[in-house]
């Protein structure tokens, strides 16, 4: 079956003909009022407010983005001065990496999606959770408050000795990032406690959905090694406030030492961004394909692959910095590192190959994941060759790189798994067609933007420069007209998103036919998750499932789907 | 009071179990793996300056091991039996609760916060003696002719990662404090007993984590040399 | 797991320490630490510091498995434990290498200074 669901009527929600009754109210109005919110307890509750903020931070990080791309329409100044031009990309970088991208996929879908696809009625420790919340709020005014004092120009990296001498808000910004830290701590230790304790029974290890399995490698990096970045964080506001001299060679100090500790973390932290949508397309390409996926165990064993693997190459980023013999061992275990992740892209492949594909919204955001993370991920192996990294170091081309893994990795991963998990996060369907229009948009946008910074960087073009030699103008006009496209496709897609809240045909439980237990509760869910215990079945059997056409409903045929058939 | 508290435990069993968890045995485990969840944080925090340790005093051993003698081992010696003997009071209030001992508790929690000041106590002695001595961190280290020990090639640098090692983990007692403090104001309530003694036991186990992080900065700072 | 028809989902079972066991745990970390501040002053060279860690190591063991349980607990918390450390060892050795491979580069490059 490859149907499209089409909405059989095109009115507004309260003329529908067929109006689906929920017998409790969802989460979403069972309980009103602000207060309800701001001292919720369900899960459910805090992934929607997470979703408001990281997505109003990515709002900001790509005003940014675009101040930026505008300033480098010409050499000189076109816009703001050089000053301004450090605190643009330095804020862009942090509000993006920190604020949006590393919480995006855990906090705002994971939330929601975890206790549901455990059957269960909550993560492990509520109160924690909303206290993630509220550290990734604080943490976010003491960082955006940094824009609001002396605002911060250090680069996202925050290296030293210009961190600790600089006049900017560095100590508001870091102790921001630190706070955030915790937030994601707390996720993490929260996800790790609800996969081991709260699974129900059948669910064994390898009978786990891949989002889940992709949820519990980036908790284990969260876990690891965010706190390593707390104490590089302490470490340098020290420095800045007491002298304490741990990076400042005038005292002693080593600033190399502070390299190691900053991309200890924020190497496995790149691997935080990229699990979880890992985790997301394989549910979209199995669900899209109507297949079960192609070599489950393995996209399990690279999930846990990628997370322990991903420890072992943080000196990839310092290749300049380091001893010639660490750059080596390093060299050579990034190459290590990309093999579980082409096991994935094969995977991936392999259950497309033959499949019954139907291109709704997902699934065209799942296709460009595929596309755009294999080529960004190919073009981190020159990265992490020495000798050609030589010449690559500190290039558009590393910009091009991080931007088509991150971008056109983890957000249309993020964005594809939005769509994915609309129905059932607020009970609507939305406009397909602009829907799929907006994903294309995007990837043209995006490759418009991105591509041309690999051909600035193989030319010479360094990063975070403001002015450049005349030569490359050609190339940044590209790149800028690019970036405006790609905020065109962002801006279209959040307008389907909220028209459909407004105007969407009501959700069916399940519009996607698919096997994992989220989708046997209503859309939305009421309060504690599930009316009837929900079966724990194989969650890629996707043979069973007939669709029905007036509701837009897959329901299950008589034949299998008990937990007695499961336990064979 | 205690008799109070004994009758209140008895009837603990059920109230303190969240609705999403099916059994009081899954929430325990449920509660235990998350503070060892969080104890790894810990230990990966505290680990970080470990690192400083070890690749500042490989670089500049003469330094340490000169700096190291202007501490004073019989204050540090002293804190390492306090806070092992806080250890051990922590570990038999766990075992009280565990029993319904409600007196044994509550005097154990209380034998466990008096360590931590004594702790601290001796710690601020120490701290004040560095100030009038000026063996203070890098930037703000004057020893001259107040101390008679003389001065060091980069003895800065040791008092860096020497205050920074210890304030940490001072901070962390005084966190410890606050929710030994908090358990045992639960304790005086009756909250706990054979079927829920949960926070004293994630409770102490955040105290022995404290704990054995001193047992490795004791001698790393003030046995060397 | 208690699988018994009779027990209660409000009941935790979980091992309890003795006195006998708590006290005597306690008594020989006092007497490793008396060793490892003896040790202190032992002619041993470069290998004080692997026997000061090496005597803070079992202190530590001592601690875990007995005071935190992690004797009678889930493999699972022990194994977290196990891994925490090595993460950090990995971290630690690394580091110290990069540090070792550099200082001559260094020390070439840098002024002579008396640093405080």
Redesign the interface.
Known sequence: MSTIIKPKSRLPEFVNPHPVKLQTPSYLTAERGVWSWVFTLDHKRIGVMYLVGILTSFLMGGVMALLVRTELLTPGRTIMDADTYNHMFTLHGAIMTFLFIIPSIPAALGNFVLPLMCGAKDVAFPRMNLASFYLWVFGAVFLVAAMGLNGLDTGWTFYTPYSTTTNSSVISATMGVFILGFSSIFTGINFIATVHTMRPKGMTWFRMPLFLWSLYATAIIQVLATPVLGITLLLLIAERVAGIGIFDPALGGDPVLYQHFFWFYSHPAVYIMILPAMGIISELISAFSRTRIFGYRFLCYSSVAIALLGFLVWGHHMFTSESAMAAVIFSALTFSVSIPSGIKIFNWLATLYKGSISLTTPMCFALSFIVLFAFGGLTGLFLGALATDVHLHDTYFVVAHFHYVMMGGTLMAFIGGLFYWWPKMFGRMYNEFWGRTSCLVIFIGFNWTFFPQFLLGTRGMPRRYYNYQPEFQGLHVVSTIGAFVLGVGLMICAAVLIHSLFRGRKAPPNPWGVATMEWQTTSPPPVHNFEHTPDVTDPYDLEDFELIEDTGNYERGRSKSSVAEAAL | MIAEAAAAAAHS??RF??????????Q???A???M?????????????????Y???R???PEAFVNSAELLD?RLG?IN??VL??S??T???A??CS??GQQRGLILCLSLTLIAACLFLGIKGIEYSHKWHEGHL?????A?GEASAAG???????FF??Y??MTG?HAIHILAGMGAIGWVLKRSLRGDFG?????PVDTV??YW?LV??VW??L???LY??? | MNNSPTASVDQIHTHISSPKQMISIFVTLLGLTALTVMASTWPVGRFDVWIALGIAGIKAILVAAYFMHLRYDTPTNTLLLVFAVGVVVLFLGVTLADAIQLAPEVEAASPAVTLQ
């Open positions: 069993s059920s179990r969240a609705h999403h968890f099916e059994t009081a045995q899954q325990y485990a449920a235990k793996l998350g060892w969840l969080f104890l790894v944080t810990e230990v990966l925090f505290f680990g970080g300056l470990f690192v400083a070890a690749v500042f490989t670089l500049h081992t010696a390492t039996v092992l003997f250890s051990l922590m570990a038999w766990v075992r565990q029993l961190w890098a930037s703000q280290y020893a001065v060091f090639d980069r003895a800065g640098t860096s990662i205050f920074a940490l054979p079927n829920y003694f949960t102490g186990l022995h704990d054995l047992i490795f004791f001698p790393l046995l060397i040399g």
